[in-house]
């Protein structure tokens, strides 16, 4: 898990960040077979309407749906998983709470637009990819797009980031092709982790 969140700062910058979309596939669907396939899959049982098989996960996903593209935090899906134990409405019903780093892998996900399967994405899912992307730059950035800075990890491999904040001991970064990434500031260079609390400090 770790291993993945760090990948936009640990391999090259050419390979990972000129991609596809971060995508329920390959990223969040390991997750869901872990957790909730026993209750929430046609391979098994599918419990309050909510299948989360990706053949029909479209379902799911919408301005007024459990999954709300852009919206992780009024995204029904992932308040479930964050409510206590004891809640009615707490998911995994029979299950422990998922890791930290698990619901903020999911949260990442809905953020950058909740594309099923990068590869293969329909119409509607490459618009919203579109959308999620920075907005241009304005007039008066003096040709940088703002907001936007070069973070180095341990290994010297360079990105271009925004800041959006810190996490704990992580900074959350949204690269330029609409991607996010929640990264351990123990992962960044000395000076890329003094930029982020610099930077977010109020």
């Known amino acids: 898990m770790k291993n993945h969140l760090l990948t936009a700062l640990v391999v090259s910058t050419t390979a990972s960040f000129s991609g596809t979309a971060a995508d329920y596939v390959s990223e969040i669907l390991p997750i869901m077979k872990e957790h909730c396939w026993d209750c929430h899959s046609n391979e098994t049982e599918v419990k309050g309407n909510v299948a989360l098989d990706p053949d029909v996960l479209a379902d799911q996903i919408g301005a007024y749906n459990v999954i709300r593209p852009g919206n992780p935090a009024e995204s029904g899906f992932v308040e479930r998983l964050k409510l206590d134990e004891t809640h009615n409405d707490f998911m995994p019903r029979k299950g422990k709470p998922l890791p930290?780093?698990?619901?903020?892998?999911?949260?990442?996900?809905?953020?950058?637009?909740?594309?099923?399967?990068?590869?293969?994405?329909?119409?509607?899912?490459?618009?919203?990819?579109?959308?999620?992307?920075?907005?241009?730059?304005?007039?008066?950035?003096?040709?940088?797009?703002?907001?936007?800075?070069?973070?180095?990890?341990?290994?010297?491999?360079?990105?271009?980031?925004?800041?959006?904040?810190?996490?704990?001991?992580?900074?959350?970064?949204?690269?330029?092709?609409?991607?996010?990434?929640v990264v351990p500031l123990s992962s960044l260079s000395e000076e890329s982790a003094k930029m982020a609390r610099e930077s977010a400090a109020p």
């Open 100 to 181: 930290k780093r698990e619901i903020e892998k999911i949260e990442a996900w809905i953020q950058a637009g909740a594309i099923i399967d990068a590869k293969k994405p329909t119409e509607d899912e490459t618009k919203r990819m579109a959308e999620m992307k920075p907005a241009a730059p304005s007039a008066g950035a003096a040709g940088a797009e703002a907001g936007f800075q070069s973070w180095t990890n341990r290994e010297g491999k360079v990105i271009e980031a925004r800041l959006l904040g810190l996490e704990g001991d992580a900074a959350k970064l949204l690269l330029k092709n609409g991607k996010s990434y």
